[in-house]
Structures are given as structure tokens and as C-alpha cells.
Nanobody, 124 residues
Framework: QVQLVESGGGLVQAGGSLRLSCVAS????????MGWFRQAPGKERGFVAA????????NYADSVKGRFTISRDNAKNTMYLQMNSLKPEDSANYSC?????????????????WGQGTQVTVSS
């Protein structure tokens, strides 16, 4: 079992920055891949970024490349999402997820454990 808790969301003006955190507990943090997903009202959940167990490989959605950075600190059981140059269309509920069995992927269905999410709202 893996428990995930996100924090760091909030209200920010367009062009601003936020850093999301996801603290994990349960299984050894360095043993599984992690990802960030987001869902806006009336829209499907979409992939944002993913990071491999050792942080050696990262993957980003085209819409956030160059603006968002995913990272993890295995010693602190924590994953981060640094979000810069935020746009109103980035507004969504952001969830972190853990993939304990598979390969690094952008598919939400491959992630077995999910946090409750943290809301990000970007005003224009």
C-alpha cells in the first residue's frame, strides 16, 4: 500500500509560480515511479509529468514542457512539481500518483495509488 498527500496548491495570477509537493508513505518510495495528473471541471483527467524511480527519467505533457519541472527526493519520500509561467488553462485539481508495478508511463490507468489532489487556480 502507498498513501499519497499533496499540498502547495492555491490561487495565483497568470505568469506566476507554484510548487506542489506529494508526500508518500507505505512502500519504499524509491521503488516506484511517480506522476502528476490534473483534472479541470468537465474535462477528463490528463497527464502532466512523470518521473522514474531514481529520477533519471522524466516525461512531460507538451502543454507544460519548458514551464513545469518534476523532481523527487527519495530521502524525504517527496515528489515535487515546480510550475512556472502559469496560465489560466493550467487551472485544475492536481493529483499525484504512484506506479508500483509497471514501466514509466503517461497512462493514468497504470498508476495504482492516488492522492486526493490539490487545487490550482490561475487568474487572468
Amino acid at each position: 500500500q502507498v498513501q499519497l498527500v499533496e499540498s502547495g496548491g492555491g490561487l495565483v495570477q497568470a505568469g506566476g509560480s507554484l510548487r506542489l509537493s506529494c508526500v508518500a508513505s507505505g512502500r519504499t518510495f524509491s521503488s516506484y515511479h511517480m506522476g502528476w495528473f490534473r483534472q479541470a471541471p468537465g474535462k477528463e483527467r490528463g497527464f502532466v509529468a512523470a518521473i522514474s524511480r531514481s529520477a533519471g527519467i522524466t516525461n512531460y505533457a507538451d502543454s507544460v514542457k519548458g514551464r513545469f519541472t518534476i523532481s523527487r527526493d527519495n530521502a524525504k519520500n517527496t515528489m515535487y512539481l515546480q510550475m512556472n509561467s502559469l496560465k489560466p488553462e493550467d487551472s485544475a485539481n492536481y493529483s499525484c500518483a504512484a506506479d508500483v508495478h509497471g514501466i514509466l508511463t503517461t497512462r493514468a490507468g497504470s498508476y495504482e495509488y492516488w492522492g486526493q489532489g490539490t487545487q490550482v487556480t490561475v487568474s487572468s
